[in-house]
Structure formats: C-alpha cells, structure tokens
C-alpha cells in the first residue's frame, strides 16, 4: 500500500490478509519478520511497518519510545479494524506494552518478543560494553560500526557465537542500513520513563512474554522483572531461539498469537 502519512513522516505500511488484525513492530534493527506475516495472514489482517526513521520511512532518528507509541496508535486508528493483537519484537515490544498501557482501546492482546525493559537500569557487563562501543564508534562518525557493536550485543547467542553472523545476508544488511537510527534509540532507554510499575500494572489485555533460551541473558532478566511487577503476564520460554525468535521459531510466534487470541476472547 502507499505510505501512511503520520505527523511529518511517510510511514511505509505493508498490509496483508484478512481477518482479526495484528500489528507487528519490529526492534532497534530493521522491519524483519520473516515467515511470520504470510503465515498468519492466511486468517488474519497483518499489518507491518518500517518504524520511523528506519527502512523506508525516511526521518531523523528518533530518541522517544513514546514518539513510536504515538505513530503505532495513529496507525491503526487510521487504519481501522481495532482492538488489534499487537506483536513487539525486542524495543518493539516495549512500544507494543506503552500502547497497551496508554490506548487499551486500541489493544486487544500483546506478544513480547524479547523486550529489554530497563535494561538500561539493571545493566550486565556485556551490555554496557556494546553500549559504550557503540557510542564511542559514533562519535568518530563510525555509525555502521558503532551499530554492528551494539547489535553483537543484542544478537548474542549463547554458546554459540552470535547472530549477526548467522542470520541471511538480507537480514544482516537490512539492519546495519539503518545505523544512524540504531544509535539515536539507544538514546531512547529501554522504557524507564514509560513503563514504570503503575504503568505496567495497569495493562489489563493478556500479554504473551517469549524469551530465546539462547539469547543474551539480559533479555530473560527483563522478563522475570516485569512479571514480578504483573504476574498475570505470561512468560513463554521459546526452545531452540536466540533474540531473534521470528526467524529460529515462527511458529512459536504464530502459536502465541492464537493463544494471547483465545485468551482474550475468553
């Protein structure tokens, strides 16, 4: 479909399928989703979209999660076919709990893939040491290294080296073209201003947390923290998977959409 104009930026929107709507919005890397979208848009309406300032919606990079929530929301009140079951990989999986917290007209069931919620405020060393490369290599002008540092964090694979290297070059290349915009969400947080406890407390759809058991672990902590702020959220621990649960298991990730479905349904 043609870009979705929202505030400023012409958001580019893949829409497929027909049936209850689920929105995808993808992490600090690239719209990727691999087998998902066509799996479920055999019984579903799927909508996907390059976030603002990455792919090809072309604009500043961008250093509020919120400033994403607000596109997410605009998305899909312009696009209709609300409550949607809202599925967010790594940080956007804390833009999808943020629109579930802020407009729960608009969410009917969340998937997390592997969010970092606070990470930032419960730091690991290998987390801070991409963190600090990333920015280091940044402010020598070195954007695309300082993106691959922070992505061999993220993509860490327990025991088995990392996947940046592993993944299709397609991938691979898609993410480390949108450098700049890797490096300005750093500057984001991992949702300390908006998804406080009262925050997190306060979502009353179902919400489905996957986790990799090959992942870095900071993704795991992430998890087991914000279930001991709402233990009525879900943790679901994926086989098999890295950070990048869309591409080792789709349907893992299928699976919980027909699941947190059901649930809300019930």
């Known amino acids: ?44 309406r799927v909508l996907s979209y390059d976030r603002r300032s990455f792919g090809l919606s072309a604009a500043p990079p961008v250093t509020s999660l919120r400033r994403h929530t607000d596109d997410a929301a605009s998305l899909l009140e312009r696009l209709g076919g609300r409550p949607a079951t809202v599925v967010g990989w790594s940080a956007g999986g804390l833009i999808a709990l943020d629109l579930a ?70 991938w691979r290349d898609a993410m480390l073209a949108n450098a700049s915009s890797i490096l300005g969400e750093i500057e984001a ?39 001991r702020k709402h233990p009525n959220i879900i943790l679901v621990p994926v086989q098999g998977s890295g950070h990048v649960i869309q591409h080792d298991r789709p349907d893992a990730v299928v699976e919980a959409v027909r699941s947190v479905e059901a649930m809300a349904a019930s």
């Not at 969340?110 to 419960?122: F, G, M, Q, Y």
């Not at 920015?135 to 993509?155: C, T």
């Open 101 to 170: 917290a802020t407009r729960p007209d608009l969410v009917g069931a969340v998937v997390i893939l592997e969010a970092p919620l606070s990470a930032k405020t419960h730091p690991r060393p290998e987390l801070l040491a991409g963190v600090f490369r990333a920015k280091f290599s940044a402010a020598r002008g070195r954007d695309r290294q300082g993106a691959e540092y922070f992505l061999r964090w993220a993509l860490i694979r327990r025991g088995e080296g990392n996947d940046l290297d592993r993944l299709p070059a397609p």
């Open 1 to 44: 479909m043609d870009p979705l104009e929202i505030d400023g930026c012409r958001v580019q929107v893949t829409d497929a399928g027909q049936g209850p709507l689920v929105l995808l919005i993808h992490g600090t890397a690239a719209n990727l989703w691999g087998a998902v979208p066509q799996i479920l848009a055999h019984n579903h």
């Open 189 to 227: 947080g991992t949702g300390e201003r908006e998804l406080g406890r009262r925050a997190i407390a306060g979502i009353t759809c179902p919400v489905l947390w996957l986790t990799g058991d090959r992942s870095a672990k900071s993704f795991s902590a992430a998890a087991r923290r914000t279930n």
